[in-house]
Every structure is written in structure tokens, then in C-alpha cells.
């Protein structure tokens, strides 16, 4: 889909008519909205003091909870056990912070996560150990994955055993790797420990923090709730890498932008779009950036996953473009190393982070609103709007297309879904052979109204997610498209949408296999074996607990499923029965795995 100039005008100005029109969204305590996504306020302002007075004996599950409450939190997710995370649902219960269990303590993570990003804070989740803590690890693994904010704390064996118990093992090597901190209590830091892990877990490139609750852990007076920690402050730019850039720059005729999260974390989208506008640059965006520049923008070409191969855009941007301009990218969000052939820049928020490209010409660390700034009057020729719109033209028109002989198609999913949610609302996805579907035919103008999964690029993401988004914030309206496979991992978490009164379309992509792996067999010439799935009526499922439940098996059955769902009281399941094997053709054509004639 393409848009001149003037169309790109008259869109904002429309956008502008809806928002004033759409419902008020008051951000928590010292947090600016973005989309569905909260964060902190740039300008240092410490929480406030709790009004009541502290408690003289502060044993830690209460000031765990009191900490959430102060923070906005309103629910926390988990599985009970008979210990730590008992006291902690009754510290709760008092603090009016409730307890939340779910099916699978990985989705208590997932929706935890979830839940705090809309909050603009660190989610909670709570668990036992041991086993406990091994489900919830693949939780903690997506929220890594994803960038997404989380503090989960765990019961643990005593510190200094070395005996084998029931349940007891190693919680610090079991979440080493993907975690952005890991720390056992002591009371005497206790409660520096959790106000640094809420502080951590929402930094920067936010993410999962465990905290180790130990069996002879001396939980007597842990101290009084603490302040937060100011916010980072990014420094100045360098001088002279700054005029390196602009001399590159300048002698593009050509440049392509790749903008990444961070242009939002730091409040930097003003500054990408103006010099973007500037240097006539063609934009990509990560895959967890989608809105991080408006998207029905005639300079929007794409998203960048790191499929550098003809037949995507990466290719036909390639061709076109001659100077890469990397803005707050994360180097996560790939699935391959760079490897575009032109030089590059690189604008990094912070110096600690990786750059996308193993040796761009120039690196230039700090403020990205200053350095954009200050580049906005180097621009080159730039890219022409025609040009752009035909590269993404030659994609679309030749790989994602709907299929003509087909009855219901993903296409057709698509289309309803962005009829009907409005232009406050939120998809919320996971991996499936729709997912470059999601990337190519749906424009999205704000960051946060897409939460599909990127890092991870994983199954089993949604149901959870979308709980948790939707808790945090019921009254934006909101999508979550999923797989059939993927539903199967999460069929219990039904029931938490029901008992917590949880409305909101699932929609269910349902094409009875494993659509994605199935079409790599074909494309890797492999033959078709031990990925399909034995049909299962998922609207019955939800019916069973309480949900609404509809099967689609036409567009005009899922229009008018999708259509009653964002109205409904309750959650409502779409079992959407598309056609199987133009999806499956669809998945290797939208990854330029084009077939031979």
C-alpha cells in the first residue's frame, strides 16, 4: 500500500480526529505514554514516599508487594505454593495487589511482563522453586527475547547447603543466560535488591530480573520501601564522529534508515521523522519497532528481520540504496548477521550496546535526539518517494497477494482485523506462517500498537501476552492473533480470561498443522512429515469455560465474528479455518523462498 505526500497529510490529520475522540488513557505515576507501551519520564523524579506509615518489622513479601502497589500494579501472576509465595499473596491481599494463578507458571511470566509495560513499570511475577522455577523459565526467556520488563521472585533452597532436596537446585545457572540480573536476598540489602531490580528490569533495553527468596533467608525487619534511582541521562554526542556522519551523508545519493526501539525509549521519534524527512531517507524498522516511525509514511519501506536474499525487501533495498544509517537498532533483532554491502552509520544511545554492524565507518554514542539533530541538515540527493513505493510494490504485488483460489485466506484475516480495530487499538501476535503477513500488509503509525514477537520469534507468546496487555490497560482496544499450534500450549489460559472478566478477541489462525515448518519442508525440499495437527474445535474450548466461541470458515463469517468480538462482554475465540495449503505457499513466498518454475 503506498501513499504520496499529500495522502500522508491527510492521514495525520485524520489521526488527529481520532485520537481527540478516543478514550482517556492517563499514564501511571511518572510515566509517558507511547502506543500501549509506558515508560518512565526522561526527567528525574523519584517515586513517591508511601502516605502510611512503614511498618516496624517489614518482612520482605510485604514490601514486595507494597513496592507493586506503590507502582501501580494491581496484579500479580503466578502458582501458589505453601511457603514464600503464600505470604506474598496475603502481603498482597493487604496491600490490594491480587494474586493472580495461572495454568502454566511460563505464561505467569509472559502476562506479568506484559502487564508491567502497559504500566510503564516492572511486572511480577511469583513461584516456587525448583521445578516451579524450570516452567517459568521459557516465560522468562520470552520476556527476555522480547525486550519486555518483568521481575519474578522465587522461593529457593537455603544458601549454604549442599544437600540434595526435594525441589532444590541451582536457580542462578538455570537463568544465567537470560536474565538482565539475577540476585539472592540478604536482609540486610533486601530492599536495595528489589528497588534495583524494578530499576533494571525497566532500563534501557528492559527485561527479566529473578530474585532468589532462600529458605534461610532472616526475614525480619527488611527495611523501609526505597526510592527509585534516577533515570539514566544519555550523554552529549561526540563532535567530531558527528561531522564524519555528515560527510557521509552528504555524499549519499541514496541513504536507507534502520530505526530501532530505542528511538522511542529515549523520546526520539520527532527527531527520526524530521531527519528522515531531511536526507530523504528510505526507512526500515526491528521487528519490535514497528511505529517507531509512522508506517504509512511514503519513506516507511519496511520491516527489517535479516533476510538478506532477493525477493524481500532487504533485496530490493539492496539494489536501491547506498549508505545505511542505523538510529537506536538492536542488533536482537535479526536473524542474520549484517549483511547489507554499503557503508554504515551507527547512532547507539548508550556505549555499552552492541552495534548492529560488526564495523560501521562511524559509531556515534549518545543522546539520539541530539545527534539526529545535529545531522539533519547533512542530508544528500535522497531517495526518491517513487522509488520506495515501487520496491515495496514489487514485494507486496508478487508475494502477498491474496490467493485467488482460495476460500479463506490469511489476507483475509488481516483485512477484517484492520477494519475493525480503531486507531488507538493493539494487535498482539506471536510466530506463525502469518507473521510476515502482520509485516507487510498492516501499517502501524504508533510504537506499541504492535506486539508481535520479535527477538523471540517464538510460539506460545500470545494468549499470555494478551492477558496481561489487556489487564493492564481493559479499555484500549485490542486483537491478539495467534496459531493453532500455539493455542495448544496455552489451551488452560483460557480459563484466567474468563475468571478475570478479560474481553477481547483471540483469533485463532487454524490451518491443522504447523504451517511454517511445513512450508521450510517444501522450500528445503524435504518431504512432508510429522507436522500436522489432529483438528481441534478451539471455539468449543473457549465455550467450555466460559468464553464466547465462533468458527470462521469464510470471510464473511470472520468479518462478522471479528465485528460482534470487540463489542463483546467477554473474551470471544475465532477459530479461523483457512485454506491450507495457499498459507503454507504464502509463508515461502513472504521469505523469497520462491519456487523454481
Avoid at 153 to 172: K, P, Y
Avoid at 180 to 186: A, N, R
Avoid at 310 to 329: N, S
Amino acid at each position: 500500500m503506498s501513499l504520496k505526500k499529500e495522502e500522508w497529510n491527510l492521514r495525520q490529520n485524520r489521526t488527529k480526529a481520532i485520537s481527540s475522540n478516543a478514550p482517556d488513557i492517563t499514564p501511571t505515576h511518572g510515566a509517558e505514554l507511547v502506543g500501549f507501551i509506558r515508560f518512565q519520564s526522561h526527567q528525574n523524579a523519584p517515586f513517591e514516599r508511601l502516605e502510611q506509615s512503614q511498618s516496624k518489622n517489614m518482612k520482605f513479601a510485604d514490601l514486595l508487594m507494597q513496592d507493586a502497589a506503590r507502582r501501580g500494579i494491581k496484579h500479580v501472576f503466578g502458582l501458589p505454593g505453601s511457603g514464600f509465595p503464600m505470604d506474598a499473596m496475603e502481603a498482597g491481599r493487604k496491600a490490594g495487589v491480587e494474586f493472580v494463578h495461572v495454568a502454566h507458571e511460563s505464561s505467569a511470566a509472559i502476562a506479568a511482563a506484559y502487564y508491567g509495560a502497559g504500566l510503564g513499570t516492572a511486572g511480577l511475577a511469583i513461584g516456587v522453586k525448583g521445578v516451579g522455577a524450570g516452567n517459568t523459565l521459557g516465560g522468562v526467556a520470552n520476556a527476555f527475547f522480547e525486550r519486555m520488563p518483568v521481575v519474578c521472585a522465587f522461593e529457593a533452597g537455603a544458601t549454604n547447603s549442599d544437600t540434595d532436596l526435594v525441589q532444590v537446585t541451582d536457580h542462578a545457572a538455570m537463568f544465567g543466560g537470560i536474565t538482565k540480573s539475577f540476585s539472592t536476598l540478604e536482609r540486610s540489602t533486601a530492599n536495595d535488591t528489589l528497588r534495583d531490580a524494578v530499576a533494571l528490569a525497566t532500563d534501557g533495553r528492559r527485561g527479566p530480573v529473578v530474585i532468589d527468596y532462600p529458605s534461610n533467608f532472616d526475614d525480619g525487619d527488611v527495611g523501609d520501601l526505597q526510592s527509585a534511582p534516577e533515570n539514566y541521562v544519555e550523554s552529549s554526542p561526540d563532535a567530531n564522529a558527528l561531522e564524519e556522519a555528515k560527510k557521509l551523508i552528504g555524499s549519499a545519493k541514496h541513504p536507507m534508515v534502520v530505526a530501532g526501539a530505542d528511538v522511542a525509549t529515549t523520546g526520539a521519534t520527532a527527531e527520526l521523522l524530521k531527519f528522515v524527512e531531511a536526507i530523504g531517507g528510505a526507512v526500515q524498522v526491528n521487528m519490535d519497532a514497528r511505529g517507531v516511525f509512522p508506517e504509512s509514511h511514503p519513506r516507511f519501506a519496511g520491516v527489517m528481520t535479516g533476510n538478506y536474499v532477493p525477493h524481500t525487501i532487504e533485496g530490493e533495498l539492496q539494489e536501491l540504496c547506498d549508505l545505511a544509517i542505523l538510529v537506536g537498532a538492536d542488533s536482537l533483532m535479526t536473524h542474520a548477521p549484517w549483511d547489507f554491502k554499503m557503508p554504515a552509520i551507527e547512532l547507539v544511545s548508550r556505549p555499552e550496546y552492541r552495534t548492529t554492524v560488526p564495523n560501521p565507518e562511524v559509531r556515534v554514542d549518545g543522546s539520539l535526539r541530539e545527534s539526529l539533530n545535529a545531522l539533519s541538515s547533512a542530508g544528500g540527493t535522497g531517495v526518491s518517494i517513487e522509488a520506495i513505493d515501487l520496491a515495496k510494490q514489487n514485494i507486496i504485488q508478487n508475494y502477498f497477494e491474496r490467493p485467488a483460489d482460495a476460500k479463506f485466506a490469511i489476507q483475509d484475516i488481516v483485512a477484517s482485523c484492520r477494519k475493525m480495530l480503531p486507531g488507538n487499538g493493539v494487535v498482539i501476535s506471536e510466530t506463525g506462517a502469518f507473521v510476515r503477513m502482520l509485516e507487510h500488509l498492516w501499517e502501524f503509525d504508533t510504537f506499541g500498537s504492535f506486539l508481535g514477537t520479535s527477538g523471540g520469534r517464538t510460539m506460545g507468546l500470545m494468549i499470555p501476552a494478551a492477558l496481561g496487555a489487556k489487564m493492564a490497560n481493559p479499555d484500549v482496544p485490542m486483537i491478539g492473533i495467534g496459531a493453532d499450534g500455539s493455542t495448544l500450549m496455552r489451551l488452560g489460559e483460557f480459563e484466567v480470561f474468563a475468571r478475570m472478566n478479560v474481553a477481547m478477541p483471540l483469533v485463532i489462525v487454524n490451518d491443522r498443522a504447523l504451517g511454517t515448518m511445513k512450508s521450510r519442508q517444501v522450500s528445503r525440499g524435504l518431504p512432508q512429515f510429522g507436522l500436522d495437527i489432529t483438528p481441534v474445535d478451539f471455539a468449543a474450548v473457549g465455550r467450555a469455560v466460559g468464553l464466547n466461541g465462533v468458527v470462521a470458515r469464510t470471510p464473511e463469517e470472520f468479518e462478522s465474528a471479528i465485528t460482534e468480538a470487540m463489542t463483546a462482554d467477554k473474551a470471544t475465540v475465532i477459530d479461523a479455518r483457512i485454506d491450507q495449503q495457499p498459507y503454507w505457499d504464502n509463508f515461502a513466498l513472504s521469505i523469497g523462498a520462491i519456487p523454481e518454475d
